[in-house]
């Protein structure tokens, strides 16, 4: 069985946290994955969508081939957040459980998937 490592995962889920995101505004994340993903060897494309969308950031896209037989696994997430969302501030409490600080969305949802994926 694998072992998780917490602190890499906290590590990366706070990383993440502390870039604002709002939809539409996307840049910051996507360029925090590509440097992480470029470290791994594992380049990332940008489609054009953010022309079409007027947004700043397009999809990325990832492949990694793998040496086992089978069908391909396809990993999704997305890197906005809902208002308010602007210098997030995540907080670990003692208990494990991860919240904001109150002034603004944590955006957990999106975040996690990153850092799992």
Same mark, same amino acid.
């Given at each position: ?10 590590? =990366?889920?706070?990383?993440? +946290? @502390?870039?604002?995101? *709002? &939809?539409? %505004? /996307? #840049?910051?994340? @996507? /360029? ?11 380049? !990332? /494309? ?16 990832? #492949?990694?081939?793998?040496?086992? *037989? ?7 997430? %997305?890197?906005? +957040? $809902?208002?308010? &969302?602007?210098?997030? $501030?995540?907080? !670990? %409490? +003692?208990?494990?459980?991860?919240? &904001?600080?109150? +002034?603004? $969305?944590?955006?957990?949802?999106? $975040?996690?998937?990153? =850092?799992?994926?």
């Amino acid at each position: 069985m694998m072992k998780l490592n917490e602190k890499r995962i906290l590590d =990366t889920f706070f990383a993440i +946290t @502390a870039l604002d995101s *709002p &939809s539409y %505004h /996307e #840049r910051k994340i @996507a /360029e925090y994955l590509k440097k992480v993903y470029a470290e791994l060897e594992i380049p !990332l /494309e940008e489609d054009s969508c953010a022309r079409i969308f007027g947004g700043d950031t397009g999809n990325l896209f990832g #492949r990694l081939n793998g040496t086992l *037989p089978g069908k391909p696994i396809l990993f999704s997430g %997305h890197m906005d +957040t $809902v208002e308010p &969302s602007c210098g997030k $501030v995540p907080v !670990l %409490h +003692t208990d494990g459980k991860i919240t &904001s600080d109150g +002034t603004t $969305v944590l955006g957990a949802d999106d $975040v996690s998937c990153l =850092t799992a994926i």
